[in-house]
Each structure stands twice: as structure tokens, then as C-alpha cells.
């Protein structure tokens, strides 16, 4: 089990016969419409539960008529010059003239043009379908792109062809036109909302009151689509506050991350942008995060997205438990009132037994009735062993 960090000191180690995986006990939405399943199993042979739930949906190439109609524009007359920002989206504009009976006449109009490539991607693209490019920024940006063209020739006139890949460009598009040329966008891949948009609606719902942990993304486009269904819902500004907040926002790069970035929403992202790679920065960041190691009644609770691991057994736990269990945690060795975790229970019957009956559950359910404490006329409070605390070495005391 990686040990996760607390506010309680350093981390703790345990022996359980069988160590758990480092995201057994979290939950984790992925808003990927292509290799979500890649991905899932990835975090799933890790131990998470993957709750799949598409925020968008790929028009098919051949059936893009938007697609169809610029490339046709791009033909219409010759080409000064072509941006390529993807490399997967570059070959698939290639692919889906394959496919039209076009595929020789986009190459020789390409070819014909200054052709710039947003990144490395981009270029080993071009490169294979035997064209080359005529310059690339070492930094991936489409403002350096933006900046290249602004400052050579006058671009009045000039017919620029820019490869889209999902979210539009409008500041590189806009720009452009503003300086006069005549700037045809070709949306490759071009997203739609999801045909069924059920899952999508419950992550959505289960994110607002911080029922999941993590949720990633892996394109721009599914970013944005997340949080304008939220707004349709009416639950943009909950679900904003909880990826500001409890739930972490994972992306697998820059790009994806963007419209997140704007909103105010910190996001975690790995240095390369790979699918292993936000699997491994995912593993690597719910468990120090959302992870806390308590010691009580001579056992150690590793509590976690939505169970608790006692001695390193997972306990799965409803939410109302997990919700009694973190608000006793909360407040370490000191006493909670029935009154203050009445909310905490199901039902809004406002009886006090309730807390009792859920008490008890979560008694049965952590396996040992002296973790949690009853005071008498008072309350209940956590057996929480602060005398235990961890030594120099980074070991808990036993």
C-alpha cells in the first residue's frame, strides 16, 4: 500500500498479509470518449472503481460533412498556408480524404504551402505522409503559431488553413481574420454531447456533493462539455466548487487542461501527456491527497474515498458511515454531539436514535466497538491515540 500523507505527521506503514493497491477504496470518473477503457482498466488493475461516463462523443470522419465542405474550401484555390495542431488529427483529415477520392489533391496542396506544425505530434504526422514541415515552436503553443505568423509577411489575402482537433482555436482564428486573411477551419474529430447523457448527468450529480475523488479528463472538449452540462443542470456552481475543493481534476496534458485552468480549477497532469501517464499520476496523487492515517484504539485506520482500510483490511462503507466516520475524525479524541451528526444520518426525522442506529453500524462495520466511543449524555468521540504518533523514522508506534 503506498502510505498517504496527514496533517497527523508523517506516514505510516502497515503489514496486512496481502498490502492493498493504492487506489483500492477510491472512486474515479473518466470523461474520455476514446481508450476510456484503456484507461479504466489501468486504474481498476490498481484497485480504484472506474465510473465511465463519456462527456462527448466523436463525429465519424467519413460521415463529417463539415469535414467534407472544408476540405473542399481548402481545394477551391491554392493554399498559402496550413497549421497542423495535432498529429492524430492531421492524419485523420488524410485518412477521411483517403476516403473521398481526395486524398492526392490535399496532399499536393499541402505540400504546395508553408506548413507549420503546433509540436512534435504534429510533425511526425506530416512527415509521414511524405510532406515536410516548415517550421514547429519548442513550446507545443498555439500563440507561438500565432505570434510566427503575426510577424512575417503581411497576411492580407493570404488563405490560411487551420487543422482543428476538437476545441475551436478562436484566439488563433480570430486573430488572423482580424489581420485579413482568409482562414478556413477544418474540424477534424468533431465532438458532440454523448447520445445518452444519463452517466454523464449522474458523475455530474455524484461530483457536486463529493462523492467521487478524482475525475479525468482527457481532451479539451470533454472539459468543456463536462462543465457546460453542469450549467444546464443547474449544478455548475456545486460542481465547481468541488473540483475546486474535495474532488481532484486530473488531465492528461496542457491542452485538456485549459479550459479547467480558466475556470479556476487547479488540476494535477503528468509531464508527458500519455494515457500510462495520468494512470500513474492519478495513483500517485488521489491517495496523498484524499488519503489520512489514524491511529485509534490500537489499530490504524487508513481512511480513504469511500471505505476505510483497519490494519490494512478494506472496509467498505455506505456513505452515511463514511460521513459519521470523517466528521469524527475531524474533531480527533474529542467528543461530537448526537445533535451535530444528526445531519450525518439518514432520514431528517431529527431523532436522535438514528445516530445511535448508524453508530452502530459503523461499530460492526470497522470491526471493533472501541474505535468509536460513546460519553455518556454527551456524544461520541473517535479512541484517537495521539501517544502513538510516528518517530523519526517514519514509523508508527505500536
Do not use: N
Request: include cysteine; glycine fraction near 10%; proline fraction near 8%.
Amino acid at each position: 500500500m503506498t502510505p498517504a500523507a496527514t496533517d497527523a505527521g508523517p506516514t505510516a506503514e502497515t503489514s496486512p498479509a496481502e498490502p492493498l493497491e493504492p487506489l483500492a477504496g477510491y472512486t474515479i470518473g473518466i470523461t474520455a470518449a476514446r481508450r476510456r477503457k484503456e484507461l479504466g482498466a489501468a486504474l481498476e488493475r490498481r484497485g480504484a472503481k472506474v465510473v465511465y461516463a463519456p462527456a462527448i462523443q466523436i463525429v465519424p470522419l467519413a460521415d463529417d460533412s463539415e469535414l467534407l465542405q472544408a476540405t473542399e474550401r481548402c481545394l477551391a484555390a491554392p493554399l498559402d498556408v496550413v497549421v497542423a495542431t495535432t498529429g492524430i488529427g492531421f492524419r485523420g483529415w488524410m485518412d477521411a480524404a483517403e476516403t473521398w477520392g481526395l486524398a492526392e489533391k490535399l496532399t499536393e496542396a499541402v505540400d504546395a504551402a508553408t506548413v507549420l506544425a503546433r509540436g512534435p505530434k504534429a510533425r511526425g504526422a506530416i512527415r509521414a505522409g511524405g510532406l515536410r514541415e516548415t517550421w514547429s515552436p519548442e513550446s507545443e503553443s498555439s500563440s507561438e503559431v500565432l505570434d510566427y505568423l503575426m510577424s512575417g509577411d503581411d497576411l492580407s489575402g493570404k488563405r490560411i488553413a487551420v487543422q482543428l482537433h476538437g476545441e475551436p482555436l478562436r484566439d488563433l482564428v480570430d486573430t488572423l481574420r482580424l489581420a485579413g486573411a482568409d482562414v478556413i477551419e477544418v474540424p477534424v474529430y468533431r465532438w458532440v454531447p454523448p447520445d445518452d447523457p444519463a452517466p454523464l448527468y449522474r458523475l455530474l450529480d455524484t461530483v457536486a456533493t463529493g462523492g467521487v475523488d478524482a475525475v479525468a479528463f482527457t481532451s479539451a472538449p470533454a472539459a468543456v462539455s463536462f462543465l457546460q452540462t453542469a450549467d444546464q443542470r443547474d449544478c455548475g456552481p456545486a460542481v465547481r466548487a468541488a473540483l475546486r475543493g474535495p474532488v481532484l481534476a486530473a488531465c492528461v496534458g496542457p491542452v485538456t487542461a485549459g479550459p479547467l485552468v480558466r475556470e479556476d480549477i487547479p488540476v494535477v497532469q503528468p509531464g508527458r501527456s500519455r494515457l500510462g501517464a495520468l494512470a500513474r499520476e492519478i495513483v500517485e496523487q488521489v491517495p496523498a491527497r484524499q488519503g489520512q492515517l489514524v491511529p485509534a484504539a490500537g489499530h490504524l485506520l487508513d481512511v480513504r474515498g469511500h471505505a476505510v482500510a483497519v490494519d490494512g483490511r478494506l472496509v467498505p462503507l455506505s456513505s452515511a458511515s463514511m460521513a459519521l466516520l470523517r466528521q469524527l475524525i475531524a474533531r480527533p479524541g474529542q467528543v461530537v454531539s448526537r445533535r451535530d451528526l444528526l445531519g450525518l444520518t439518514p432520514g431528517d426525522g431529527g431523532d436522535e436514535h438514528a445516530v445511535e442506529v448508524a453508530v452502530g453500524r459503523l461499530r460492526a462495520a470497522l470491526g471493533d466497538p472501541r474505535i468509536v466511543l460513546t460519553v455518556v449524555k454527551r456524544g461520541y468521540r473517535l479512541a484517537y491515540e495521539p501517544e502513538r504518533a510516528s518517530s523519526r523514522d517514519g514509523h508508527w508506534r505500536y
